[in-house]
């Protein structure tokens, strides 16, 4: 695997959410550098015993209701 994707997500307090597309890795982060942290030290954990990915993507998604009156 060349690439491994985690889709972010920022929450109402702040902090962040990620999770990995494809395989069962998610975290948190209260700020972006610890999220980022936080991303590298749980995608080294899951390949611990097999090959890790050559780079991650974190994809920050920004989702937003927009009301027509």
Do not use: H, K
């Not at 994707?5 to 109402?12: D, P, S, W, Y």
């Not at 982060?29 to 991303?39: I, P």
Request: proline share 3%.
């Amino acid at each position: 695997m060349s690439e491994l994707v985690f889709e972010v997500i920022q929450e109402a307090d702040g902090g962040y959410t990620a999770e990995a597309l494809g395989e069962a890795i998610f975290t948190q982060g209260d700020t972006w550098e610890e999220l980022r942290a936080n991303v590298l030290e749980a995608t080294q954990a899951f390949y611990f015993d097999r090959p890790a990915p050559t780079g991650i993507r974190l994809r920050l998604v920004r989702d937003e209701v927009l009301s027509v009156a």
